[in-house]
C-alpha cells in the first residue's frame, strides 16, 4: 500500500466515517490522486460522489465540481460541513455578497471543494478566478448532460471542452450514471478526455424488481400497489405532465395516501419544501415529473413507479433507480399503454429541432417500447443496453411469470388489413380505437357514420376483446410493423409489414395478462 492510498483510506474512515471503499471506488480515486483523467460510469446510489470528492481532499488544491443541479448545491454543500469538509458553491441564486464571500475563500485556499454550475464557466470572470487559485481537479457530475445523444443534453455542458485547453494539467474526472455505448464515446469525445481511463461499474441493481404492466385503470392500478406492497413506503410516483401530477397526487391523498405533488409549476418554496418532507420524514410518496430525482440521496425508496411512458431507456433506469439504494428489495413499476405511443409519437412529431434529432429521439421511443414489449428478463435487456452481458435474474416480472406467447400472425394481417383499408379514405384518419372497433364489428356511431360496417374487415376479428386487441397494437408499434403519424395519431404501414400481409413474417405475440378484478367504474383501456 503506499503513501496516497492510505492517505484515501484514512479520509474515507476519519471524515465520511466509512469503513471500506466500495466496488472500483479505490482504483477510481488513487488514479485520480495520482493526476489522471477518469471517465466513471455507476449506477445511481452506486458511490460517485466519493469519488472526487476523497481525491480533492487528499491532493494540494481546491476541487471544482461542476453540477447541473443548482437546486441541491446548498444541500450537498451542507452536508458535507456538517462532516468538517470545507465546502462552497457558486451560482445564480446567490446574490453579489454571498458569491464574493466564496470567491474569497476560494482564494484564500480555505476551500476543499467548490461546486459551480456549468453556465458560471461560460463568464470569463470565473475562469478568471479560478486562474488565480490553486485547482487540485475538476469533477463534471451528469457528464452525459454533454451528450446530444443522450437523453439530457445540456448546452452549457459544451463549454467545459475548454477546461483541458485551460488547464491541461489538472486532473478531471466526469461522472455519470447512465450511458449507453454511444453516449460513452460521445462524452469522451467532446470532453477531450482522449487519455482518460473508463471506469464501468456494474449497472445491475439486483435488489430493484422491474415490472412493467398493461395501463388500463392507471390510478387504481397504482393504489393497489401501494396498499398491497408498499404500505406506508417512500416513493417516487413519475407522471409525464404537471397536470398528471397534480391529479395523481390528489387522488392518492383522498385515498388516505401520504402523497405530495412536484413539478416545475409550483414555487420555488413548495418544491423545496415537499422536497425536503420527502427526505426527512418517512413514507412520504413522491408524485413528480422528472423535474424531481436527479441528486437526490434517500437510501430508503421503496418503489418508483411511472404512470407514462418514459422517453428513454435511460431516463428510464436512471429513474427507477431511485429505488433501493440502501440494496434492500424494492420495485421499479411502470404502466403503459397504446395512448403513450401515440402521445410520444405526437411530440417526436412537433418538436423542435432538425430530422437528426427527430430521429435520435424516435429510436429512444423505440428502445423503450421493446422493452415494455419483450417476453425475455427486463434486467437482461436493460443491461444489454448498457452493453452488459447478463443472465434471466429471476427477480423481474418476465422471469417471475413468463408470458405466454402465441401466433398473433393472422391477427396482425387483420388489424393491418384494416389499416390499409381505411388508408384509402384519405381525407379521414383514424387511430386504433375505430380500427378496433370495425374488427369487433361495433356499429357506434362514427363507425355508421363513416359507413365502415360495408368494410370487408368489419367483424372479421371477434376472437379477441378490445384489451388483446390493444396489445396487438402496441406489439406491432413496438416492433415496427406499424407505425402512428401525426396530429390525431393515424396508424400507417411500415414497409415491413408487408412481409406480414404477405404470410412472410410470422409474429409472436405476448399475451395480454388477465385483466385484475375489480368492479370500479371509469374502466378505460
Ligand atoms: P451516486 O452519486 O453514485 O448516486 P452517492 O455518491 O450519492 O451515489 O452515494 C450513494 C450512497 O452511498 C450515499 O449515501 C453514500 O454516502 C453511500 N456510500 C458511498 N460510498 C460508500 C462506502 N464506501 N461505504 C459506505 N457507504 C457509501
Ligand atoms: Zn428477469
Given at each position: 500500500?503506499?503513501?496516497?492510498?492510505?492517505d484515501?483510506?484514512?479520509?474515507?474512515?476519519r471524515?465520511?466515517?466509512?469503513?471500506?471503499?466500495?466496488?472500483?471506488?479505490?482504483?477510481?480515486?488513487e488514479?485520480?490522486?495520482?493526476?489522471?483523467?477518469?471517465?466513471?460510469?455507476m449506477?445511481?446510489?452506486g458511490?460517485?460522489?466519493?469519488?472526487?470528492?476523497?481525491?480533492?481532499?487528499?491532493?494540494?488544491?481546491?476541487?471544482?465540481?461542476?453540477?447541473?443541479?443548482?437546486?441541491?448545491?446548498?444541500?450537498?454543500?451542507?452536508?458535507l460541513?456538517?462532516?468538517?469538509?470545507?465546502?462552497?458553491?457558486?451560482?445564480?441564486?446567490?446574490?453579489?455578497?454571498?458569491?464574493?464571500?466564496?470567491?474569497?475563500?476560494?482564494?484564500?485556499?480555505?476551500?476543499?471543494?467548490?461546486?459551480?454550475?456549468?453556465?458560471?464557466?461560460?463568464?470569463?470572470?470565473?475562469?478568471?478566478?479560478?486562474?488565480?487559485?490553486?485547482?487540485?481537479?475538476?469533477?463534471i457530475?451528469?457528464?452525459?448532460c454533454?451528450?446530444?445523444?443522450g437523453?439530457?443534453?445540456?448546452?452549457?455542458?459544451?463549454?467545459?471542452?475548454?477546461?483541458?485547453?485551460?488547464w491541461?494539467?489538472?486532473?478531471?474526472i466526469?461522472?455519470?450514471?447512465?450511458?449507453?455505448?454511444?453516449?460513452?464515446?460521445?462524452?469522451?469525445?467532446?470532453?477531450?478526455?482522449?487519455?482518460?481511463?473508463?471506469?464501468?461499474?456494474?449497472?445491475d441493481?439486483?435488489?430493484?424488481q422491474?415490472?412493467?404492466?398493461?395501463?388500463?385503470?392507471?390510478?387504481?392500478?397504482?393504489?393497489?400497489?401501494?396498499?398491497?406492497?408498499?404500505?406506508?413506503?417512500?416513493?417516487?410516483?413519475?407522471?409525464?405532465?404537471?397536470?398528471?401530477?397534480?391529479?395523481?397526487?390528489?387522488?392518492?391523498?383522498?385515498?388516505?395516501?401520504?402523497?405530495?405533488?412536484?413539478?416545475?409549476?409550483?414555487?420555488?418554496?413548495?418544491?423545496?419544501?415537499?422536497?425536503?418532507?420527502?427526505?426527512?420524514?418517512?413514507?412520504?410518496?413522491?408524485?413528480?415529473?422528472?423535474?424531481?430525482?436527479?441528486?437526490?440521496?434517500?437510501?430508503?425508496?421503496?418503489?418508483?413507479?411511472?404512470?407514462?411512458?418514459?422517453?428513454?431507456v435511460?431516463?428510464?433506469?436512471?429513474?427507477?433507480?431511485?429505488?433501493?439504494r440502501?440494496?434492500?428489495?424494492?420495485?421499479?413499476?411502470?404502466?403503459?399503454?397504446?395512448?403513450?405511443?401515440?402521445?410520444?409519437?405526437?411530440?417526436?412529431?412537433?418538436?423542435?429541432?432538425?430530422?437528426?434529432?427527430?430521429r435520435?429521439?424516435?429510436?429512444?421511443?423505440?428502445?423503450?417500447?421493446?422493452?415494455?414489449?419483450?417476453v425475455?428478463?427486463?434486467?437482461?435487456?436493460?443491461?444489454?443496453?448498457?452493453?452488459?452481458?447478463?443472465?434471466?435474474?429471476?427477480?423481474?416480472?418476465?422471469?417471475?411469470?413468463?408470458p405466454?406467447?402465441?401466433?398473433?400472425?393472422v391477427?396482425?394481417?387483420k388489424?393491418?388489413?384494416?389499416?390499409?383499408?381505411?388508408?384509402?379514405?384519405?381525407r379521414?384518419?383514424?387511430?386504433?380505437?375505430?380500427?378496433?372497433?370495425?374488427?369487433?364489428?361495433?356499429?357506434?356511431?362514427?363507425?355508421?357514420?363513416?359507413?365502415?360496417?360495408?368494410?370487408?374487415?368489419f367483424?372479421?376479428?371477434?376472437?379477441?376483446?378490445t384489451?388483446?386487441?390493444r396489445?396487438?397494437?402496441?406489439?406491432?408499434l413496438?416492433?415496427?410493423?406499424?407505425?402512428?403519424?401525426g396530429?390525431?395519431?393515424?396508424?400507417?404501414?411500415?414497409?415491413?409489414?408487408?412481409?406480414?400481409?404477405?404470410?412472410?413474417?410470422?409474429v409472436?405475440?405476448?399475451?395480454?395478462?388477465?385483466?385484475?378484478?375489480?368492479?370500479?367504474?371509469?374502466?378505460?383501456?
Amino acid at each position: 500500500m503506499d503513501i496516497t492510498d492510505s492517505d484515501a483510506l484514512r479520509c474515507l474512515r476519519r471524515v465520511f466515517g466509512y469503513d471500506a471503499f466500495r466496488g472500483e471506488q479505490q482504483e477510481i480515486i488513487e488514479h485520480v490522486v495520482g493526476g489522471g483523467d477518469a471517465l466513471v460510469l455507476m449506477p445511481t446510489g452506486g458511490g460517485k460522489s466519493l469519488c472526487y470528492q476523497i481525491p480533492a481532499l487528499v491532493r494540494p488544491g481546491v476541487g471544482i465540481v461542476v453540477s447541473p443541479l443548482i437546486a441541491l448545491m446548498q444541500d450537498q454543500v451542507d452536508a458535507l460541513r456538517a462532516l468538517g469538509v470545507r465546502a462552497g458553491f457558486l451560482n445564480s441564486t446567490q446574490d453579489p455578497d454571498e458569491r464574493r464571500m466564496v470567491e474569497a475563500e476560494f482564494l484564500a485556499g480555505e476551500l476543499d471543494l467548490l461546486y459551480l454550475a456549468p453556465e458560471r464557466l461560460r463568464v470569463e470572470a470565473t475562469l478568471r478566478l479560478l486562474d488565480r487559485g490553486k485547482i487540485s481537479l475538476f469533477a463534471i457530475d451528469e457528464a452525459h448532460c454533454v451528450a446530444q445523444w443522450g437523453h439530457d443534453f445540456r448546452p452549457d455542458y459544451l463549454a467545459l471542452s475548454m477546461l483541458h485547453e485551460r488547464w491541461p494539467d489538472v486532473p478531471r474526472i466526469a461522472l455519470t450514471a447512465t450511458a449507453t455505448e454511444a453516449t460513452r464515446k460521445e462524452i469522451a469525445a467532446r470532453l477531450q478526455l482522449d487519455g482518460a481511463r473508463h471506469f464501468v461499474a456494474s449497472f445491475d441493481r439486483p435488489n430493484i424488481q422491474y415490472r412493467i404492466v398493461p395501463k388500463n385503470e392507471p390510478k387504481r392500478q397504482l393504489l393497489e400497489l401501494l396498499r398491497t406492497e408498499h404500505a406506508g413506503d417512500a416513493g417516487v410516483v413519475y407522471c409525464l405532465s404537471r397536470k398528471g401530477v397534480e391529479d395523481t397526487a390528489a387522488f392518492l391523498v383522498q385515498s388516505g395516501i401520504d402523497a405530495l405533488p412536484y413539478h416545475a409549476g409550483l414555487d420555488a418554496a413548495t418544491r423545496a419544501a415537499h422536497q425536503s418532507r420527502f427526505l426527512r420524514e418517512d413514507g412520504i410518496v413522491m408524485v413528480a415529473t422528472i423535474a424531481f430525482g436527479m441528486g437526490i440521496d434517500k437510501p430508503d425508496v421503496r418503489f418508483v413507479a411511472h404512470l407514462d411512458l418514459p422517453k428513454s431507456v435511460e431516463g428510464y433506469y436512471q429513474e427507477t433507480g431511485r429505488a433501493g439504494r440502501d440494496g434492500q428489495p424494492s420495485t421499479a413499476w411502470l404502466a403503459y399503454g397504446l395512448q403513450d405511443v401515440v402521445q410520444q409519437r405526437k411530440l417526436i412529431d412537433g418538436s423542435e429541432g432538425d430530422d437528426a434529432h427527430r430521429r435520435r429521439l424516435a429510436a429512444h421511443l423505440e428502445a423503450m417500447l421493446a422493452l415494455c414489449e419483450t417476453v425475455e428478463c427486463r434486467r437482461v435487456q436493460l443491461l444489454a443496453y448498457f452493453g452488459q452481458p447478463s443472465g434471466p435474474c429471476g427477480n423481474c416480472d418476465t422471469c417471475l411469470t413468463p408470458p405466454v406467447t402465441w401466433d398473433g400472425t393472422v391477427a396482425a394481417q387483420k388489424f393491418l388489413s384494416a389499416v390499409l383499408r381505411l388508408a384509402r379514405e384519405r381525407r379521414q384518419k383514424f387511430g386504433a380505437g375505430q380500427i378496433i372497433d370495425i374488427l369487433l364489428g361495433k356499429k357506434t356511431a362514427k363507425v355508421i357514420q363513416h359507413d365502415h360496417d360495408a368494410l370487408t374487415v368489419f367483424g372479421i376479428g371477434t376472437e379477441l376483446g378490445t384489451a388483446e386487441w390493444r396489445g396487438v397494437v402496441r406489439q406491432l408499434l413496438a416492433r415496427g410493423l406499424l407505425a402512428v403519424e401525426g396530429e390525431y395519431g393515424t396508424l400507417v404501414l411500415t414497409e415491413a409489414s408487408g412481409d406480414v400481409l404477405g404470410s412472410r413474417r410470422q409474429v409472436l405475440l405476448r399475451r395480454e395478462p388477465e385483466k385484475p378484478v375489480r368492479s370500479a367504474g371509469a374502466a378505460r383501456s
